[in-house]
């Protein structure tokens, strides 16, 4: 179960607590006490929860060429640093949140690294850089920075200088160097050093504070959220994700003077500056990389306004997203004007937080980001002079980067290019190829502005020349195709061997001169009737030898046969019949009655006058001379019908010559020969069905027609190949998955199996699931080969034979290399090849690509493109699926270009979840779908077939695979199968499967009354699921936390989310409204969280929540408690903000409230539990409750003691306004999810509510209260808890409300161990409350 | 994430192309044309393209057979 929406989203960023958040100051601050900036406290978290990472840290280094003055050098850096009262702070949070506290300037210590004496100095320089760049700066002791003087000799000299980012940014960094540059000038010439330019910390921290209040900043949302609206998914170069790592990657290239200058003059003629074209090279890039056209940059930005803050250094950079629409046809000059414009606007609004901006597109929740690779303009002063010596300025660090940045700044002769990457996400040879290709199009774009982006080429000449030629395999020509017809290539095997036999069907038997006899008659028969080149004849036949003969008869008639599978449905049927126009349609009485003719001349083969008629006909071999035209290998030899995903069927024109090419290319790598035996196994109208009928015919070996119903049962399958002693195998992956549990079911078989290759076709292969196979049979007997093909290319595209350790080795779909005679390009948005590992669409070129698609020239001439590359004048196929190559250059399938999918900003590998499901209990097979329903929500459905004798539990599934994979590829909803649908060609039959809605697969209960209506619209509403019945559950439907909230709200009548939760099904939600309605909307406090198990528990436990919490933060305790402990749950009233209106109580009326259900609700033994602030309720619930003799086994307070001065924490939770306290816990990333203001106010109110609240109780309590409890308390603490550091005497505080205290640890734990560390809070509470040790569930 | 292909970009700017014999190919026309074909339509939209090569009208026989 996820969170809860409302009161309880506030904890997650909460980690400093809230004690301390109570007391901490409010809009000012005591003496030299500063608060951070928004800036600094992004920083701040980032390194607490990263202690020790040295990457948040910014360094310089500043080369100085000509005799210094080492000493004036020293004092000057000295002087500048110890000016800029920014790095003199010392930032802590000592109970207070974090604060900087203003003081004296540290001494800067300005070391002399003399280095001269070492064998290559520079390169000694660098390594001493290198390893102080290693060092974590301490933000708590300081100092907060690192100057060093490095002397390379005597005339050379490097200033090294290294700043914490919690309190400098790159702005800062060029102010001091400017500042020490004219100190030392002064110094030098002996003239008075000018007065220092920076303005005062305070000022930048005021104009921070300032604005977060200020109508500009709601201004600015405003403009973000508009400019922001509709981002779906935003592009990077790499789709892996991952935290800030300890270090980064950085590649740095220089861009000559030329270069740059022609960059700049680019830009000065379209008005703009030199970065803004930069920017506009790395948004084409991106573009070209990822193939979206919706790109987001990230540009750092100073965000400061005034005058004096721009001249102060401090941190207050932020990072604002610049969106633009990249398009492969428009200029690179176009681009160039599309960034300076939009820089321009975004620009204005660059002091909104992109945390903030982050928070308000809902992004924070599932980790999405609002931007990809950032662009990083440094804007140095890069023509510094200390004394007349020229100082140039190379950056060393510029902070974290949790993806990609460049980087980019002017240098004297030229551009200097870094790209900082995480090495989490890249690698290094992936960055270094980034860099090579990055340079390369930049220097391209700038060369030819008006070219278009899509056509600026990044590769140099022999990676561009590998990738069209050697890997696509424009260098490996297939032996010229001879010009034969299939009709020629038949009867030439048929000479050669007249007596072997030819097809097997049914125990029955035709050798090859039976075979051509039999075709010969018929196709002269055929002839008659005006079948020819250049027409069709339909064949509609079940699985028969007769089918063999009808569709060669046909191929030797001259005309091309169109396959109408009988099993088609009628409507399909009639719709190919009407489309190819036919001149016959071969088939049987039965079937010629049976399926939608009309007007289409039939031939019926078991009529018995065709029958006299044949025989009377010769059965010697068809000369061409003898059909209405001649016959060339040119002419189309089959129409095979395809369903695109969208649109009707379309047929696929296939000339001869297309299979004779596939059966030369394919016959060196396989060595096909007489001995073969091959199944036909698929539907003669699926292509593959193509290459197991002429591959066996052609190569004088034997086809074994496979009965339908062998078809469909694996193990029937299985001990047909093995009795008919199969060598050459077609399969689809879905269909061999289910071969290989039969092989496993059954090895007496799998042992006597002949086979020499398994062919893979139709389907992308998952090479993870051959472990099995491989497991039992060696890696040659057979060779397991992956041939990724389509029907517009004939059959097959490409070869990869597989082996165990490449099936267990590689990634995803491995499909090899383009076979011989054709030839693979990988090509992006502007039809260029892609680099070694970016992801393209697959185009085919050569000898099998089809004529096209009949009747349909629009649609030929728009997937059947002239070929840019290969010969003049040829075309390529444009099959719309992803690929990308290796390292090795082979073709890795990516799936389809338009089924790209994504959940919530993140890619779904729905292979991964699969993996996953299958290796549950129980499951024996499972695939995972998307659906999308009416809401437009992609949710993910599991489909899992379970082993024989069990049954699989979508809660169980759910569970279980929450435990294995993050939460975004958990399905939302599950499926049992008896088995997977397969088509009739043997591939997933999406369609086949049934919608997800487990309770519906018993009765669907219609609503009965207005309530249980009102519920069903809601649930139909929220959900996008039709149909909804009483008894479907709210989570099996795919609802979550936050369409609780929706569905609560939309109903309202006092329903809160706890309701949903508790009655998840629209029949009892609408006994709850019904029971609400008559208590006057009153609702209870008291929830039972744990299920009803019908006996009475040996013990209750009652939970109140945290400070602005809800009842929901207990279920995951809930959920981890054994069956005879029984968790009931406070929702306060006014803590739900589905429920606005409702009063908010004192503690005392709260504690009256509880204290009175606890008599009515609970039975028997209880204790008590308080999380932070709600343990001082707990504790006056005690006290009501001793007085009224009713005495709760023990009261445990969780993250909490009393506060050593209440009356100040009172008065501070009064004082500390509604937008500091939003943003002290915007800054520590709290208030995710889709709060709306309106929400943010209730819950902040309820925060403050609750603040006040505990810190009046505690006031009272030590005045007021004349004794102490009987109760024992137990305090439980969790060791990395900030809030409650010093637990160790502090839990004895609790001695001034009771008598006995006792104390736990969970080791580890944060504040929030309550719902984080659930399972152990439950094993503390269960060895405290049950006399023995507990079974705990898990 | 949307993946834009050059031949699917209902903004772009096409031609259409004809190889001499008997194919059309529909073309970006921001891209070089490749050798051997020749410029029969464009630029135009993609729509008016495809409306130039005629896709929808059965017309005769398709081109089928060389």
Same mark, same amino acid.
């Given at each position: 179960?996820?969170?809860?929406?409302?009161?309880?989203?506030v904890?997650?960023?909460?980690?400093?607590?809230?004690?301390?958040?109570?007391?901490?100051?409010?809009?000012?601050t005591?003496?030299?006490e500063?608060?951070? *900036?928004?800036?600094?406290?992004?920083?701040?978290y980032?390194?607490?929860? %990263?202690?020790?990472?040295?990457? &948040?840290?910014?360094?310089?280094?500043?080369?100085?060429?000509?005799?210094?003055? =080492?000493?004036?050098?020293?004092?000057?850096?000295?002087?500048?640093?110890?000016?800029?009262?920014?790095?003199?702070?010392?930032?802590?949070?000592?109970?207070?949140?974090?604060?900087?506290?203003?003081?004296?300037?540290?001494?800067?210590?300005?070391?002399?690294?003399?280095?001269?004496?070492?064998?290559?100095p520079?390169?000694?320089?660098?390594?001493w850089?290198?390893a102080d760049?290693?060092?974590?700066?301490?933000?708590?002791?300081?100092?907060?920075?690192?100057?060093a003087?490095?002397?390379?000799g005597?005339?050379?000299?490097?200033?090294?200088?290294?700043?914490?980012?919690?309190?400098?940014?790159?702005?800062?960094?060029?102010?001091?160097?400017?500042?020490?540059?004219?100190?030392? #000038?002064?110094?030098?010439?002996?003239?008075?050093?000018?007065?220092?330019?920076?303005?005062?910390?305070?000022?930048?921290?005021?104009?921070?504070?300032? &604005?977060?209040?200020?109508?500009?900043?709601?201004?600015d949302?405003?403009?973000?959220?508009?400019?922001?609206?509709?981002?779906?998914?935003?592009?990077?170069?790499?789709? =892996?994700?991952?935290?800030?790592?300890?270090?980064?990657?950085?590649?740095?290239?220089?861009?000559?003077?030329?270069?740059?200058?022609?960059?700049?003059?680019?830009a000065?003629?379209?008005?703009t500056?030199?970065?803004?074209?930069?920017?506009?090279?790395?948004?084409?890039?991106?573009?070209?990389?990822?193939? $979206?056209? !919706?790109?987001?940059?990230?540009?750092?930005?100073?965000?400061?306004?005034?005058? #004096?803050?721009?001249?102060?250094?401090?941190?207050?950079?932020?990072?604002?997203?610049?969106?633009?629409?990249?398009?492969?046809?428009?200029?690179?000059?176009?681009?160039?004007?599309?960034?300076?414009?939009?820089?321009?606007?975004?620009?204005?609004?660059?002091?909104?937080?992109?945390?903030?901006?982050?928070?308000?597109?809902?992004?924070?929740?599932?980790?999405?980001?609002?931007?990809?690779?950032?662009?990083?303009?440094?804007?140095?002063d890069?023509?510094?002079?200390?004394?007349?010596?020229?100082?140039?300025l190379?950056?060393?660090?510029?902070?974290?980067?949790?993806?990609?940045?460049?980087?980019?700044y002017?240098?004297?002769?030229?551009?200097?290019l870094?790209?900082?990457?995480?090495?989490?996400?890249y690698?290094t040879?992936?960055l270094?190829?980034?860099?090579?290709?990055?340079?390369?199009?930049?220097?391209?774009?700038?060369?030819?502005?008006?070219?278009p982006v899509?056509?600026?080429?990044?590769?140099?000449? *022999?990676?561009?020349?590998?990738?069209?030629?050697?890997?696509?395999?424009?260098?490996?020509?297939?032996?010229?195709?001879?010009?034969?017809?299939?009709?020629?290539?038949?009867?030439?095997q048929a000479?050669?061997?007249?007596?072997?036999?030819?097809?097997?069907?049914?125990?029955?038997?035709?050798?090859?001169?039976?075979? !051509?006899?039999?075709?010969?008659?018929?196709?002269?028969?055929?002839?008659?009737?005006?079948?020819?080149?250049?027409?069709?004849?339909?064949?509609?036949?079940?699985?028969?030898?007769?089918?063999?003969?009808?569709?060669?008869?046909?191929?030797?008639?001259?005309?091309?046969?169109?396959?109408?599978?009988?099993? &088609?449905?009628?409507?399909?049927?009639?719709?190919i019949?009407? !489309?190819a126009?036919?001149?016959?349609?071969?088939?049987?009485?039965?079937?010629?009655?049976?399926?939608?003719?009309?007007?289409?001349?039939?031939?019926?083969?078991?009529?018995?006058?065709?029958?006299?008629?044949?025989?009377?006909?010769?059965? $010697?071999?068809?000369?061409?001379?003898?059909?209405?035209?001649?016959?060339?290998?040119?002419?189309?030899?089959?129409?095979?019908?395809?369903?695109?995903?969208?649109?009707?069927?379309?047929?696929v024109?296939?000339?001869?010559?297309?299979?004779?090419?596939?059966? %030369?290319? #394919?016959?060196?790598?396989?060595?096909?020969?007489?001995?073969?035996?091959?199944?036909?196994?698929?539907?003669?109208?699926?292509?593959?069905?193509?290459?197991?009928?002429?591959?066996?015919?052609?190569?004088?070996?034997?086809?074994?027609?496979?009965?339908?119903?062998?078809?469909r049962? +694996?193990?029937?399958?299985?001990?047909?190949?093995?009795?008919?002693?199969? #060598?050459?195998?077609?399969?689809?992956?879905?269909?061999?998955?289910?071969l290989?549990?039969?092989?496993?079911?059954?090895?007496?078989?799998?042992?006597?199996?002949?086979?020499?290759?398994?062919?893979?076709?139709?389907?992308?292969?998952?090479?993870?699931?051959?472990?099995?196979?491989?497991?039992?049979?060696?890696?040659?007997?057979?060779?397991?080969?992956?041939?990724y093909?389509?029907?517009?290319?004939?059959?097959?595209?490409?070869?990869?034979?597989?082996?165990?350790? *490449?099936?267990?080795g590689?990634?995803g779909?491995?499909?090899?290399?383009?076979?011989?005679?054709?030839?693979?390009?990988?090509?992006?948005?502007?039809?260029?090849?892609?680099?070694?590992?970016?992801?393209?669409?697959?185009?085919?070129?050569?000898?099998?690509?089809?004529?096209?698609?009949?009747?349909?020239?629009?649609?030929?001439?728009?997937?059947?493109?002239?070929?840019?590359?290969?010969?003049?004048?040829?075309?390529?196929?444009?099959?719309?699926?992803?690929?990308?190559?290796?390292?090795?250059g082979?073709?890795?399938?990516?799936?389809?270009?338009?089924?790209?999918?994504?959940?919530?900003?993140?890619r779904?590998?729905?292979?991964? @979840?699969?993996?996953?499901l299958?290796?549950?209990?129980?499951?024996?097979?499972?695939?995972?779908?998307?659906?999308?329903?009416?809401?437009?929500?992609?949710?993910?459905?599991? &489909?899992?077939?379970?082993?024989?004798?069990e049954?699989?539990?979508?809660?169980?599934?759910?569970?279980?695979?929450?435990?294995?994979?993050?939460?975004?590829?958990?399905?939302?909803?599950?499926?049992?199968?008896?088995?997977l649908p397969?088509?009739?060609?043997?591939?997933?039959?999406?369609?086949?499967?049934?919608?997800?809605?487990?309770?519906?697969?018993?009765?669907?209960m219609?609503?009965?009354?207005?309530?249980?209506?009102g519920?069903?619209?809601?649930?139909?509403?929220?959900?996008?699921?039709?149909?909804?019945g009483?008894?479907?559950?709210?989570?099996?439907?795919?609802g979550?936390?936050?369409? $609780?909230?929706?569905?609560?709200?939309?109903?309202?009548?006092?329903?809160?989310?706890?309701?949903?939760?508790?009655?998840?099904?629209?029949?009892?939600?609408?006994?709850?409204l019904?029971?609400?309605?008559?208590?006057?909307?009153?609702?209870?406090?008291?929830?039972?969280?744990?299920?009803?198990?019908?006996?009475?528990?040996?013990?209750?436990l009652?939970?109140?929540?945290?400070?602005?919490?809800? $009842?929901?933060?207990?279920?995951?305790?809930?959920?981890?408690?054994?069956?005879?402990?029984?968790?009931?749950?406070?929702?306060?009233?006014?803590?739900?903000?589905?429920?606005?209106d409702?009063?908010?109580?004192?503690?005392?009326?709260?504690?009256?409230?509880i204290?009175?259900?606890?008599?009515?609700s609970?039975?028997? +033994?209880?204790?008590?539990?308080?999380?932070?602030?709600?343990s001082?309720?707990?504790?006056?619930?005690?006290?009501?409750?001793?007085?009224?003799?009713?005495?709760?086994?023990?009261?445990?307070?969780g993250?909490?003691?009393p506060?050593?001065?209440p009356?100040?924490?009172? !008065?501070?939770?009064?004082t500390?306004?509604?937008?500091?306290?939003?943003?002290f816990?915007?800054?520590?990333?709290?208030?995710?999810?889709?709060?709306?203001?309106?929400?943010?106010?209730?819950?902040?109110?309820?925060? =403050?509510?609750d603040?006040?609240?505990?810190?009046?109780?505690?006031?009272?309590?030590?005045?007021?209260?004349?004794?102490?409890?009987?109760?024992?308390?137990?305090?439980? @603490?969790?060791?990395?808890?900030?809030?409650?550091v010093?637990?160790?005497?502090?839990?004895?505080?609790?001695?001034?409300?009771?008598?006995?205290?006792?104390?736990?640890?969970?080791?580890?734990?944060?504040?929030?161990?309550?719902k984080?560390?659930?399972?152990?809070?439950?094993?503390?509470?269960?060895?405290?409350l049950?006399?023995?040790?507990?079974?705990?569930?898990? | 994430?949307?993946?834009?292909?050059?031949?699917?970009?209902?903004?772009?700017s096409?031609?259409?192309?004809?190889?001499?014999?008997?194919?059309?190919?529909? /073309?970006?026309?921001?891209?070089?044309?490749?050798?051997? /074909?020749?410029?029969?339509?464009?630029?135009?939209?993609?729509?008016?393209?495809?409306?130039?090569?005629?896709?929808?009208?059965?017309?005769?026989?398709?081109?089928?057979?060389?």
């Amino acid at each position: 179960m996820e969170d809860l929406g409302g009161g309880d989203r506030v904890e997650s960023g909460w980690r400093a607590g809230w004690s301390k958040l109570i007391r901490m100051g409010t809009t000012s601050t005591s003496g030299n006490e500063l608060p951070l *900036t928004a800036a600094q406290s992004g920083i701040w978290y980032a390194q607490e929860f %990263a202690q020790g990472n040295p990457v &948040y840290a910014l360094a310089d280094c500043l080369e100085i060429q000509g005799g210094i003055d =080492r000493a004036l050098l020293g004092e000057a850096v000295r002087r500048a640093v110890s000016e800029a009262e920014a790095v003199h702070v010392r930032c802590g949070d000592d109970g207070d949140g974090p604060v900087q506290r203003m003081r004296s300037a540290d001494c800067v210590p300005v070391p002399t690294v003399d280095l001269r004496g070492a064998d290559d100095p520079r390169a000694a320089a660098e390594e001493w850089m290198r390893a102080d760049l290693g060092l974590p700066l301490d933000v708590t002791d300081g100092p907060l920075f690192t100057q060093a003087i490095l002397v390379l000799g005597d005339d050379l000299h490097l200033w090294y200088q290294r700043w914490h980012h919690l309190v400098f940014d790159g702005l800062s960094t060029s102010l001091v160097a400017q500042r020490a540059a004219a100190v030392y #000038t002064a110094l030098a010439a002996g003239e008075p050093v000018p007065a220092c330019p920076f303005g005062r910390l305070q000022e930048l921290v005021d104009e921070d504070r300032h &604005y977060r209040d200020s109508p500009d900043r709601a201004a600015d949302r405003a403009f973000w959220l508009e400019r922001m609206s509709g981002l779906l998914d935003v592009p990077a170069l790499s789709e =892996r994700v991952a935290p800030v790592a300890h270090e980064l990657l950085r590649e740095t290239f220089e861009v000559p003077a030329a270069e740059r200058d022609a960059l700049r003059e680019l830009a000065h003629s379209l008005g703009t500056d030199w970065p803004r074209a930069v920017i506009a090279v790395v948004a084409a890039y991106v573009h070209r990389m990822t193939g $979206a056209d !919706d790109i987001v940059l990230g540009l750092p930005v100073p965000s400061r306004r005034a005058a #004096t803050v721009r001249a102060t250094p401090g941190m207050a950079s932020n990072i604002i997203p610049l969106r633009l629409s990249v398009r492969p046809h428009r200029g690179f000059a176009d681009l160039v004007r599309q960034v300076a414009e939009e820089a321009g606007q975004v620009l204005r609004h660059q002091r909104y937080r992109y945390e903030d901006l982050r928070r308000d597109l809902g992004r924070l929740e599932d980790g999405g980001r609002v931007f990809g690779p950032q662009v990083n303009v440094l804007r140095f002063d890069y023509d510094l002079s200390f004394g007349g010596h020229r100082a140039e300025l190379r950056n060393l660090a510029l902070g974290p980067v949790d993806d990609l940045m460049f980087a980019v700044y002017e240098i004297a002769d030229g551009l200097r290019l870094h790209i900082d990457a995480n090495p989490a996400v890249y690698r290094t040879d992936e960055l270094h190829r980034h860099g090579e290709h990055f340079a390369r199009f930049l220097r391209r774009a700038v060369a030819d502005p008006t070219r278009p982006v899509g056509r600026i080429n990044m590769l140099d000449s *022999t990676e561009r020349a590998r990738l069209l030629g050697e890997w696509s395999g424009d260098c490996h020509p297939a032996e010229p195709v001879p010009d034969h017809t299939l009709a020629m290539c038949f009867e030439e095997q048929a000479r050669r061997s007249p007596e072997s036999v030819a097809v097997t069907s049914d125990g029955t038997s035709l050798t090859y001169g039976e075979l !051509d006899a039999r075709v010969n008659r018929l196709a002269r028969h055929l002839i008659a009737r005006d079948a020819g080149p250049d027409r069709f004849v339909a064949v509609a036949l079940p699985r028969s030898a007769e089918l063999i003969v009808a569709v060669l008869a046909v191929i030797k008639s001259g005309a091309a046969y169109v396959p109408v599978d009988p099993d &088609y449905p009628l409507g399909r049927i009639a719709y190919i019949l009407r !489309d190819a126009d036919p001149e016959l349609l071969v088939t049987t009485s039965e079937l010629g009655a049976r399926l939608p003719v009309s007007g289409v001349p039939t031939v019926l083969l078991d009529d018995h006058r065709l029958g006299e008629e044949l025989d009377a006909l010769s059965d $010697a071999g068809l000369q061409d001379g003898e059909r209405i035209a001649p016959l060339s290998a040119m002419h189309p030899a089959y129409v095979i019908y395809t369903s695109g995903s969208t649109g009707r069927p379309k047929g696929v024109v296939v000339p001869h010559r297309n299979v004779v090419a596939l059966l %030369a290319s #394919t016959r060196p790598l396989f060595g096909f020969h007489a001995d073969d035996v091959w199944t036909m196994f698929h539907s003669y109208a699926f292509d593959f069905s193509v290459w197991e009928l002429w591959g066996p015919l052609l190569h004088g070996g034997r086809l074994v027609m496979v009965p339908y119903a062998t078809s469909r049962s +694996p193990e029937d399958f299985l001990a047909l190949l093995a009795d008919e002693g199969v #060598t050459v195998l077609s399969q689809t992956p879905s269909a061999f998955y289910q071969l290989m549990r039969a092989d496993q079911d059954r090895p007496e078989i799998g042992d006597r199996l002949s086979l020499r290759y398994v062919v893979f076709g139709g389907e992308a292969l998952d090479l993870d699931r051959l472990a099995e196979w491989y497991a039992r049979h060696p890696d040659d007997a057979p060779v397991l080969v992956n041939m990724y093909g389509i029907t517009e290319t004939t059959v097959h595209v490409s070869h990869g034979a597989l082996d165990a350790s *490449t099936a267990a080795g590689e990634p995803g779909s491995l499909i090899g290399t383009s076979l011989p005679g054709l030839r693979v390009y990988v090509l992006d948005s502007g039809l260029q090849p892609v680099p070694v590992g970016v992801t393209g669409e697959m185009y085919v070129a050569g000898e099998q690509v089809a004529r096209g698609y009949l009747n349909r020239p629009g649609l030929t001439a728009e997937r059947f493109v002239a070929a840019p590359y290969g010969a003049a004048g040829s075309r390529m196929y444009r099959s719309g699926d992803l690929a990308r190559w290796t390292a090795e250059g082979r073709l890795e399938y990516l799936g389809r270009a338009d089924e790209q999918v994504k959940i919530r900003g993140f890619r779904i590998e729905l292979g991964e @979840i699969e993996a996953e499901l299958r290796d549950l209990d129980g499951v024996r097979d499972a695939r995972v779908v998307v659906r999308e329903d009416a809401a437009g929500d992609a949710a993910l459905t599991g &489909y899992a077939v379970p082993k024989p004798g069990e049954a699989v539990d979508a809660g169980r599934l759910r569970a279980a695979l929450a435990e294995r994979l993050p939460a975004h590829m958990v399905p939302t909803a599950f499926v049992s199968l008896d088995a997977l649908p397969l088509t009739a060609n043997g591939k997933l039959d999406h369609r086949a499967l049934p919608a997800p809605s487990p309770e519906r697969t018993s009765l669907l209960m219609a609503p009965r009354d207005v309530e249980e209506r009102g519920v069903v619209a809601a649930f139909g509403e929220f959900l996008a699921v039709p149909g909804v019945g009483i008894d479907d559950n709210f989570f099996d439907l795919g609802g979550d936390s936050f369409k $609780a909230v929706r569905i609560a709200r939309r109903i309202g009548r006092g329903l809160s989310v706890v309701d949903v939760f508790k009655s998840p099904t629209p029949r009892a939600l609408a006994e709850r409204l019904r029971d609400l309605g008559a208590v006057g909307g009153e609702r209870p406090v008291l929830h039972r969280l744990t299920p009803d198990r019908g006996v009475a528990p040996a013990l209750c436990l009652v939970c109140i929540p945290y400070g602005g919490g809800a $009842a929901t933060a207990y279920q995951p305790l809930a959920d981890h408690l054994p069956a005879e402990l029984e968790l009931w749950a406070a929702a306060l009233p006014g803590h739900d903000p589905s429920v606005p209106d409702e009063k908010l109580l004192t503690w005392e009326e709260a504690a009256e409230r509880i204290v009175e259900e606890i008599a009515t609700s609970v039975r028997g +033994p209880f204790a008590l539990y308080g999380h932070c602030a709600g343990s001082t309720l707990t504790a006056l619930v005690a006290r009501e409750l001793e007085r009224r003799g009713r005495m709760p086994r023990a009261v445990f307070a969780g993250a909490a003691f009393p506060d050593p001065d209440p009356q100040a924490l009172l !008065d501070s939770a009064h004082t500390r306004s509604d937008d500091s306290l939003h943003a002290f816990l915007g800054s520590l990333g709290g208030f995710e999810g889709a709060l709306d203001d309106a929400d943010l106010r209730t819950v902040l109110a309820v925060v =403050r509510h609750d603040m006040q609240q505990g810190a009046s109780f505690q006031t009272k309590a030590r005045t007021q209260w004349g004794s102490q409890l009987q109760t024992p308390f137990h305090v439980v @603490i969790g060791d990395a808890d900030t809030a409650t550091v010093g637990y160790e005497s502090g839990h004895l505080d609790w001695k001034h409300f009771t008598s006995q205290v006792e104390l736990s640890v969970i080791p580890g734990a944060g504040h929030y161990f309550v719902k984080h560390q659930a399972p152990e809070l439950a094993r503390i509470l269960c060895d405290r409350l049950l006399d023995r040790p507990a079974a705990l569930v898990r | 994430m949307a993946r834009i292909n050059p031949f699917d970009d209902a903004e772009g700017s096409y031609y259409v192309l004809f190889d001499g014999e008997d194919h059309h190919s529909l /073309w970006p026309s921001f891209a070089d044309i490749p050798a051997g /074909w020749t410029v029969e339509h464009g630029p135009a939209g993609r729509q008016a393209c495809l409306d130039h090569i005629g896709d929808g009208c059965p017309g005769p026989r398709p081109a089928t057979a060389a």
